[in-house]
C-alpha cells in the first residue's frame, strides 16, 4: 500500500473556499487501476489541509501522474488567492497495515 | 472519518530497530470501538516514519487514548536511541472521502 498526502496551507479566512473548490471537482480517480481511495483532511492547525490519496502500489500512483485523467483533474479551476503556499508533497510506503475485523 | 498520524525521525541507521519494534509489538486495537485501520508509513525522506490510524470519529479515537488498551500497546519497551526527537501528533477530520468502486 502507498499514500500520497499534499499538504495545503490556506489563507486564512479561505478555507471555505478551499472545500468548494474540492467539492465541486471532477474526481477522475474511480476509474484509474489501483487507486484505493481518497479523503480530504482538515487539520487542527489553522488553514492545514492534506490531500490524501491510497493506492495499491508506487507504480499505481506514478502512472496516474502521467495519464492523461490526472492532467484534467489538475486543469480544473485555480487556486490562485485561496492557498498561501505552494503544497507540498510526501510519498510513503506501508510498511505495516492492520483493518478492523468485519464487525456483526 | 478521522485520522491521526504521529510523526517519528529515526536516528541514522536505527531504522530496521524502529520497524522492529512495531511489528513485535501488541496492537491492542482489534477490539477497539470505532477502530478502522492503522498503516505505519516510512516516507521518501530518510528516517521519516508515521504512524497512521483512521478512526469512525474524533471521539472514538479519544476513547482510545484514555483506555487501558491504550496504556497497555503504549507501554511496551522504548524507543529510546532509536528516535531522534519526541514524536509529533497531528489530527486530521476528513471533509470528503471517495473510495475506489468494488471491482470484478
Redesign the interface.
Known amino acids: 500500500?502507498f499514500?500520497a498526502m499534499n499538504r495545503f496551507s490556506i489563507t486564512p479566512g479561505r478555507e471555505a473556499d478551499f472545500?468548494t473548490a474540492?467539492?465541486t471537482r471532477e474526481?477522475y480517480?474511480?476509474s484509474v487501476p489501483g487507486?484505493?481511495?481518497?479523503?480530504?483532511?482538515?487539520?487542527?492547525?489553522p488553514g492545514?489541509y492534506?490531500s490524501?490519496s491510497t493506492w495499491e502500489s508506487r507504480a499505481a500512483f506514478e502512472a496516474w501522474t502521467r495519464s492523461e485523467a490526472f492532467r484534467a483533474a489538475h486543469g480544473q479551476g485555480s487556486l490562485a488567492g485561496i492557498i498561501a503556499a505552494p503544497p507540498r508533497l510526501?510519498?510513503?510506503?506501508?510498511?505495516?497495515?492492520?483493518?478492523?475485523?468485519v464487525r456483526a
Not at 35 to 45: H, N, S, Y
Open positions: 500500500m499514500i472545500e474540492w467539492r474526481s480517480l474511480q487507486f484505493i481511495r481518497f479523503a480530504l483532511l482538515k487539520g487542527d492547525e492545514e492534506i490524501h510526501s510519498l510513503y510506503e506501508a510498511v505495516i497495515t492492520e483493518e478492523a475485523p
